[in-house]
């Protein structure tokens, strides 16, 4: 599977849908690989290929004389989503085991199905037609985007899209949060008076989260803080303390201790984002000039207009694929944005 699988793990449906494909095509495009074991495992064969069909492929199980590689385990673990293309799966571990199971699973019920000739049903092989048909599709797209994502093209859009970016704000917090102002106001007196914030923040604060580690709230940007903490800290240098500001517990006193532009995420932070861009760049582009060369003919009846007053989608509705390279979100500065008590 390859990186096609990734931009449909991460969500391509959008973009598919962009290109008058629907979702659920969107989502069989991430089931091709398991359609296509499915049909390998229905066709007969007179003898268990010697050869692996990819370099360094191990042998894993035999079913009535075929063979099951360590590629057909992966594909079909990529397939159901318990592991991403280009991902490890160590042959010892469990998951590979359950994973083999299932692939063995497959063969004997498809073999059981051939055996019984109910292949030769002609609903039988229109599913088949329309498997095989999935894995083709599955197949082009890979050769597509396979050559259309290189380091050449991965460098071209993330210097498009550190050109475009706009920095945010970093910036470090403690915080003394009392049940009144007054007594936050005691606080910041204590503070200005030359006792240190952090030991201020053990005796008086009621956060018991923030209380023991002298009040620190950890590095967040600017634009993620409570529209009252942003006003407060707003304009405020290094080193100054503001307040107090009304919070949800209560009122609170906060220093600043940085403040500093936001770097740029480096080119392998955000690899995985770029790939996905071009990934659906390169799906949109090969969909719509198919579709333009095809004569598709649709007999359904034009559906009526919308009724007026009936509800839309707004335009700003939010989608799964970045509308150009300054959209790629960057990574955050922390697993999760530190607690502020507001």
Not at 335 to 341: E, G, K, L, Q, W
Request: proline share 9%; glycine share 6%; hydrophobic share 40%.
């Amino acid at each position: 599977m390859g990186l096609n699988a990734h931009a449909r793990r991460e969500g391509n449906t959008a973009v598919l849908a962009n290109a008058s494909l629907t979702k659920r095509k969107g989502r069989r495009l991430g089931a091709a690989a398991a359609c296509a074991l499915a049909v390998s495992a229905c066709a007969p064969r007179t003898a268990a290929p010697q050869q692996p069909p990819e370099p360094g492929d191990r042998a894993v199980a035999r079913v009535n004389g075929q063979t099951v590689w360590t590629s057909d385990v992966k594909r079909e673990a990529v397939a159901e989503g318990l592991i991403g293309p280009g991902d490890p799966l160590d042959v010892s571990s469990d998951l590979f085991r359950q994973v083999l199971d299932e692939v063995i699973d497959t063969k004997v019920l498809a073999a059981a199905a051939v055996a019984r000739k109910l292949d030769k049903d002609p609903l039988a092989q229109r599913r088949l037609a329309a498997a095989r048909e999935r894995a083709l599709e599955d197949i082009i797209v890979d050769s597509v985007v396979g050559r259309a994502v290189s380091p050449p093209a991965e460098n071209a859009l993330y210097q498009e899209f550190l050109k475009n970016r706009t920095p945010g704000e970093v910036i470090h917090l403690r915080q003394i949060v009392t049940a009144t102002q007054p007594d936050a106001e005691a606080a910041r007196k204590e503070v200005a008076g030359g006792a240190a914030f952090e030991a201020v923040a053990m005796t008086r604060s009621i956060d018991n989260v923030t209380r023991f580690k002298g009040g620190d709230l950890g590095d967040t940007t600017v634009d993620t803080l409570p529209p009252g903490l942003a006003g407060a800290v707003k304009g405020a240098k290094a080193g100054q303390v503001v307040g107090p500001v009304k919070v949800d517990a209560g009122w609170a006193i906060v220093r600043i201790d940085d403040r500093h532009a936001e770097p740029a995420p480096t080119l392998d932070a955000v690899r995985p984002q770029l790939i996905r861009f071009i990934t659906y760049d390169q799906i949109k582009d090969l969909v719509l000039t198919l579709r333009a060369k095809a004569k598709i003919e649709n007999l359904l009846p034009t559906p009526p207009p919308a009724a007026p007053g009936a509800p839309t989608e707004p335009a700003s509705a939010p989608t799964n694929a970045p509308a150009n390279a300054s959209a790629l979100r960057t990574t955050p500065l922390a697993p999760s944005p530190p607690r502020v008590t507001q």
